[in-house]
């Protein structure tokens, strides 16, 4: 059953090397139910359309044309395989060729003057997911877990990256254990996120506080009284 349907579009950024991987499943019932509930997507498969992701000298014109898409977009998903508890080459590589300077983050406020960034970059108004596969068991990666909670585990991506430049950061949505899946496995974990992906316009995102003087000193660092006695990524984030 489709969600509420939307006007929108989308550009799916998938990372993985191999087409008839878990990550190929995940992406066809992804796109299938954004499309379904209205969305129009722009898949953009970085091996398959040979996305070179080596920054030697900033530009290009393959850099404008990953800009322009991006532009277009009213959300981004990001899929990829987690691989040393960060993104493929491919995508950290499309990330930096991509989102440059003066493009996604330190755009000058034309009434301020100051550059924007943290919640006010390049690519504000955007929403941002991350679509993630993961060998670890589920527990952990959790708050008690070895490998940590998600949202510190992505850290870089959901507020380096996603924040950084402006974008609303959603919960990353995110697939464990996936070693050996068989085919029904894949068909739940696909049928997973396309019901996540129902509510994807709606959802609420990471409450992360903005780069603003309310919250933050001429150092970057939040006031004293700012989350008083939480440090790390919670103490950046809106109490709830």
Request: proline share 7%.
């Amino acid at each position: 059953m489709g969600g509420e349907r939307v006007n929108a579009h989308a550009l799916w950024v998938y990372a993985h090397p191999r087409p008839g991987s878990l990550n190929a499943t995940l992406r066809e019932a992804g796109v299938a139910r954004l499309r379904a509930d209205g969305w129009s997507v722009d898949v953009a498969d970085l091996y398959a359309e040979g996305f070179d992701p080596i920054l030697v000298e900033e530009g290009g014109a393959d850099v404008r044309a990953e800009q322009r898409r991006l532009l277009a977009a009213d959300l981004v998903v990001l899929q990829f395989p987690l691989w040393w508890y960060g993104p493929p080459a491919m995508l950290k590589g499309w990330i930096d060729r991509v989102f440059e300077r003066g493009f996604a983050y330190d755009v000058p406020d034309p009434v301020t003057g100051r550059n924007r960034k943290y919640g006010d970059g390049g690519l504000a108004g955007r929403r941002a997911l991350a679509v993630v596969t993961a060998g670890d068991r589920a527990n952990s990666i959790s708050p008690r877990g070895i490998s940590g909670d998600v949202e510190d585990l992505f850290w870089t991506l959901l507020h380096g990256t996603f924040w950084y430049t402006g974008m609303e950061a959603l919960a990353p949505h995110l697939v464990t254990d996936v070693h050996g899946i068989d085919a029904v496995g894949a068909r739940r974990l696909a049928a997973n996120l396309a019901e996540r992906l129902g509510t994807v316009a709606t959802e609420a995102p990471i409450p992360y506080l903005p780069m603003t003087d309310e919250f933050y000193d001429h150092s970057i660092a939040l006031h004293p009284h700012v989350a008083a006695g939480l440090s790390g990524g919670p103490a950046h984030r809106r109490p709830s």
